[in-house]
T-cell receptor, first 118, second 113 residues
Framework: GAVVSQHPSRVICKSGTSVKIECRSL??????MFWYRQFPKQSLMLMAT?????????EQGVEKDKFLINHASLTLSTLTVTSAHPEDSSFYIC??????????????FGDGTRLSIL | AQSVAQPEDQVNVAEGNPLTVKCTYS??????LFWYVQYPNRGLQFLLK????DNLVKGSYGFEAEFNKSQTSFHLKKPSALVSDSALYFC???????????WGAGTKLIIKP
């Protein structure tokens, strides 16, 4: 149980393109999903917390107009990298947590999206 | 302030030997502690968690971790390492009053045959 699907797994596109990444919880409902960015040989950097039916909470330094997050249902959150540039190239990972509020359930992760902007 | 420390960037262990990956934490309130494993170009897989109760927690793939409140530690252990255990391991913590996880820097575990 607790499977999270992330799509696509890899994207290669030209500078200026907008890229949408989907994160789905397949067998549970998630009022809260998380978007992370991971640089090579580094830990996870939380970009934003996505809450179903409300605006995402962005971490300091993350441009909300650059990284658009939509969490329209209890099983789907999307991250759109708008007008992507080479510096946006990275490994993006989503996670979802069963339960609500301060649930002690662990986060379950998608397999990540490798984004390469040429 | 909440924080997690994984003091070792890399741990090398011979196959069949016991392994330990260290984690210490600082959090206000009661800690919720988690261990995750990441294989190359993949997301993270949940291994185990401590919320309350028995200090020794057993998880996936034969891993276990011991919560030590006085030392504020939550070290990951396995009695006999496998080559397939080679991966990147992350410790994470949050308090019972905050939903956000704080992540350690990760420890690369290399198991040599």
């Amino acid at each position: 149980g607790a499977v999270v699907s992330q799509h696509p797994s890899r994207v290669i596109c030209k500078s200026g393109t907008s890229v949408k990444i989907e994160c789905r919880s397949l067998d549970f409902q998630a009022t809260t999903m998380f978007w992370y960015r991971q640089f090579p040989k580094q830990s996870l950097m939380l970009m934003a917390t996505s809450n179903e039916g409300s605006k995402a909470t962005y971490e300091q330094g993350v441009e909300k107009d650059k990284f658009l997050i939509n969490h329209a249902s209890l099983t789907l959150s999307t991250l759109t990298v708008t007008s992507a540039h080479p510096e946006d190239s990275s490994f993006y990972i989503c996670s979802a947590r069963p339960g609500t509020g301060y649930s002690n359930q662990p986060q379950h992760f998608g397999d990540g999206t490798r984004l390469s902007i040429l | 302030a909440q924080s997690v420390a994984q003091p070792e960037d890399q741990v090398n262990v011979a196959e069949g030997n016991p392994l330990t990956v260290k984690c210490t934490y600082s959090v206000s309130g009661n800690p919720y502690l988690f261990w995750y494993v990441q294989y190359p170009n993949r997301g993270l897989q949940f291994l185990l968690k401590y919320i309350t109760g028995d200090n020794l927690v057993k998880g996936s793939y034969g891993f276990e971790a011991e919560f030590n409140k006085s030392q504020t530690s939550f070290h990951l252990k396995k009695p006999s390492a496998l080559v397939s255990d080679s991966a990147l391991y992350f410790c994470a913590v949050r308090s019972d009053s905050n939903y956000q996880l704080i992540w350690g820097a990760g420890t690369k575990l290399i198991i040599k045959p």
